[in-house]
C-alpha cells in the first residue's frame, strides 16, 4: 500500500516557540493531503485541506495564523505551529490523497511545556 | 456528511473471527464504504473500502448491504495485533466534501489471548 511518513515523530518544545512537521507521500504523488489532530481519549479532528500550489483551507475554528501549512510540492506538505502554547499539545497527523483513498501518516506526538 | 453508528467497543479471542457492524442509512448513492483502524499512538491504517459488492483484501473482508444502508467488516481469524479502534467512514474523493474523511468515535476491538 501507500506509504506516507511524517517528520518528527514526536517534539518537546518550550511555551512560545514555533515548530515544523514534515508529511511526505513516499511512493506517490498527492495534490491533497490533510492535517489532523487527535486529543487524548478522542477521535481524529480535521484541521485543515493542504493543497499543492494553493492556500490551504482551514476547518472552522482552526486558527490560520497560528497553523501554518505550505504544500510547495506533489510529496510534501508542512505545517507550521506558531507560537506554540501547552493547549496545542497534542497528536497532530497527516494524510495524503490517493486516487481513492486517503493514507496515514504514523503522527507526530507534539509536548509544549 | 452521512452519520454512522458503530458499537463503542466489542471483544474477541484470538484465532476467532470477527464481525464488525456499522449502520450508515445516510450514506449517498456515490459514497464508498472506508474502514480504517487506528492501534495506539499510530495514524489511521486503511484497512478496506468498497461501493455495492463484497470486497475482500488480504486483511479483511467487508461485507455491504443490499440497500447499503449497512456494512460489516469481518476479520477472519482475529490476532492479538488486531486490536485496535476500528472506523467506518462512508467517503467519496473527489464529492462534495472535497474529499475530506470524518470519523466518528469507532469500535474498541479487544483481542483476548
Known amino acids: 500500500g501507500a506509504v506516507v511518513s511524517q517528520h518528527p515523530s514526536w517534539v518537546i518544545c518550550k511555551s512560545g516557540t514555533s515548530v515544523k512537521i514534515e508529511c511526505r507521500s513516499l511512493d506517490f504523488q498527492a495534490t491533497t493531503m490533510f492535517w489532523y489532530r487527535q486529543f487524548p481519549k478522542q477521535s481524529l479532528m480535521l484541521m485543515a485541506t493542504s493543497n499543492e500550489g494553493s492556500k490551504a483551507t482551514y476547518e472552522q475554528g482552526v486558527e490560520k495564523d497560528k497553523f501554518l501549512i505550505n504544500h510547495a510540492s506533489l510529496t510534501l506538505s508542512t505545517l507550521t505551529v506558531t507560537s506554540a502554547h501547552p493547549e496545542d499539545s497534542s497528536f497532530y497527523i497527516c494524510?495524503?490523497?490517493?486516487?481513492?483513498?486517503?493514507?496515514f501518516g504514523p503522527g507526530t506526538r507534539l509536548t509544549v511545556l | 456528511d452521512a452519520k454512522t453508528t458503530q458499537p463503542n467497543s466489542m471483544e474477541s479471542n484470538e484465532e476467532e473471527p470477527v464481525h464488525l457492524p456499522c449502520n450508515h442509512s445516510?450514506?449517498?448513492?456515490?459514497?464508498?464504504i472506508h474502514w480504517y483502524r487506528q492501534l495506539p499512538s499510530q495514524g489511521p491504517e486503511y484497512v478496506i473500502h468498497?461501493?455495492?459488492s463484497n470486497v475482500n483484501n488480504r486483511m479483511a473482508s467487508l461485507a455491504i448491504a443490499e440497500d447499503r444502508k449497512s456494512s460489516t467488516l469481518i476479520l477472519h481469524r482475529a490476532t492479538l495485533r488486531d486490536a485496535a479502534v476500528y472506523y467506518c467512514i462512508p467517503y467519496n474523493a473527489g464529492g462534495t466534501s472535497y474529499g475530506k474523511l470524518t470519523f466518528g468515535q469507532g469500535t474498541i476491538l479487544t483481542v483476548h489471548p
Open positions: 494524510s495524503a490523497r490517493d486516487v481513492s483513498t486517503q493514507y
Open positions: 445516510t450514506i449517498s448513492g456515490t459514497d464508498y
Open positions: 468498497g461501493l455495492t
